[in-house]
């Protein structure tokens, strides 16, 4: 999990935050070795909600299967949550972890 402690406060704001944290977990696996990247790339569409999803299924570098789920949530903070696991299975079990994060009142 990554906090950036700012808020994202207008459209374009959320959508350049969408689109950064989308090319960096990209980039990332495709940079580590990671192949046969397929998965959905989040809407851009306005209005972005509160909280934005992606995923990825891939071959991690010694060609077995990894699944990777990604949530950004906006709040007070930004916040990118990531998870990658060797199943669907295990991924929906984080994923379902993932979904239960609340930003705590101050």
Do not use: W
Not at 73 to 99: P, W
């Amino acid at each position: 999990m990554t906090v950036e402690e700012r808020t994202a406060d207008t459209e374009g704001k959320r959508i350049a935050t969408i689109k950064a944290h989308y090319n960096v977990l990209y980039q990332g696996l495709t940079g580590g070795g990671f192949t046969e990247l397929k998965g959905t790339r989040p809407s851009l569409e306005s209005p972005i909600p509160n909280r934005v999803s992606l995923s990825f299924s891939c071959r991690k570098p010694d060609g077995s299967p990894a699944f990777v789920y990604g949530l950004t949530v906006f709040g007070k903070n930004v916040y990118s949550l990531q998870v990658m696991a060797g199943t669907m299975e295990q991924t929906n079990e984080f994923i379902d972890i993932a979904k239960s994060f609340r930003e705590l009142p101050h």
